[in-house]
């Protein structure tokens, strides 16, 4: 039975930082992309960043370029993505994804098969 879960969201002031951690099980990690994305209210989701199984091929939104870092480790099952220079729009519900295993899947939220339920991040004074 695969399993995703996120953790590290809360509240943070704008301007900070937060690093959101995803561990995976249940398939084969070091095969599958993973991907990042969010979803504000009354919005739709949206990618935020996602990298290769290999971890060669890496993208991320606009909103977040610059700002925001995926890695991975695949000896622990595990995507992060470090954020800073927190923004209020950059408030959401993060969600962690991957696709079937050897598809890429890139920002697109239609393109990935398994989700995690989400953390809540929150970037307000």
């Known amino acids: 039975q695969w399993e995703i879960v996120e953790s590290g969201g809360g509240l943070v002031q704008p301007g900070g930082s937060l690093r959101l951690s995803c561990t995976a099980s249940?398939?084969?990690?070091?095969?599958?992309?993973m991907g990042w994305f969010r979803q504000a209210p009354g919005k739709e989701r949206e990618g935020v960043s996602c990298?290769?199984?290999?971890?060669?091929?890496?993208e991320y939104s606009d909103a977040v370029k610059g700002r925001f870092t995926i890695s991975r480790d695949n000896a622990k099952n595990t995507v992060y993505l470090q954020m800073s220079e927190l923004k209020p729009e950059d408030t959401a519900v993060y969600f962690c994804?991957?696709?079937?295993?050897?598809?890429?899947?890139?920002?697109?939220?239609?393109?990935?098969?398994?989700w995690g339920r989400g953390t809540q991040v929150t970037v307000s004074s």
């Open positions: 994804a991957s696709p079937y295993p050897s598809q890429y899947g890139g920002l697109r939220p239609e393109n990935y098969d398994y």
């Open positions: 249940g398939f084969t990690f070091d095969t599958h992309t």
């Open positions: 990298m290769s199984a290999s971890g060669n091929s890496v």
